[in-house]
T-cell receptor, first 106, second 113 residues
Framework: KNEVEQSPQNLTAQEGEFITINCSYS?????LHWLQQHPGGGIVSLFM???GKKKHGRLIATINIQEKHSSLHITASHPRDSAVYIC????????FGTGTSLTVIP | AAGVIQSPRHLIKEKRETATLKCYPI?????VYWYQQGPGQDPQFLIS???????DKGSIPDRFSAQQFSDYHSELNMSSLELGDSALYFC????????????FGEGSWLTVV
């Protein structure tokens, strides 16, 4: 059983759509990270959350500590947002989610 | 701004050979993490170091070893390489261990032939 679960695993959207990726974790954490990886590229850290909500450009990340749940939202999606999005929890160790492969179609 | 530097970026080795990957963290970052990402797979945590001591250990094979040096750079040594070791090896650094933003290097591609 993976300690961090993501959904959906695959997501295709039309350009301009609002996108939500969900992450649930079962372990106690000190922080949750949202990461982005473009095909053949490195991993970029988008957000680190320990509570509440963070916004950067068209990206918004929220976390509910009581429910052990986090969401990543992309507003006005664009083809360049096409990538794998991974949530990872940090506590005593890193746990990576299974990743969500997002394709945004022009 | 300085980022996490990994070297070499690409490496080709034959089976049973040895490879060493290097990671230079962001200045003043004392924590280094190593990950392995096989083709089409999720990253797997290998090992981490805090203040030159091993802090956490993940799915690192016994054939692999790593250490963090006095200047906080880290090296991952891989011996008796197998075809299945072909992967992208990421290093990441952070200031401290828990709950801090983690910065990833661009990775080192290892191909074992």
């Amino acid at each position: 059983k993976n300690e961090v679960e993501q959904s959906p695993q695959n997501l295709t959207a039309q350009e301009g759509e609002f996108i939500t990726i969900n992450c649930s974790y079962s372990v106690g954490i000190s922080a949750l990270h949202w990461l982005q990886q473009h095909p053949g590229g490195g991993i970029v850290s988008l957000f680190m959350l320990s509570s509440g909500k963070k916004k950067h450009g068209r990206l918004i990340a929220t976390i509910n500590i009581q429910e052990k749940h986090s969401s990543l939202h992309i507003t006005a999606s664009h083809p360049r947002d096409s990538a794998v999005y991974i949530c990872a929890s940090t506590g005593n160790q890193f746990y990576f989610g299974t990743g969500t492969s997002l394709t945004v179609i022009p | 701004a300085a980022g996490v530097i990994q070297s070499p970026r690409h490496l080709i080795k034959e089976k049973r050979e040895t490879a060493t990957l290097k990671c230079y963290p962001i200045p003043r970052h004392d924590t280094v993490y190593w990950y392995q990402q096989g083709p089409g797979q999720d990253p797997q945590f290998l090992i981490s170091f805090y203040e030159k001591m091993q802090s956490d250990k993940g799915s690192i094979p016994d054939r692999f070893s790593a250490q963090q040096f006095s200047d906080y750079h880290s090296e991952l040594n891989m011996s008796s390489l197998e075809l299945g070791d072909s992967a992208l090896y990421f290093c990441a650094s952070s200031p401290g261990t828990y709950g801090n933003t983690i910065y990833f290097g661009e990775g080192s591609w290892l191909t074992v032939v």
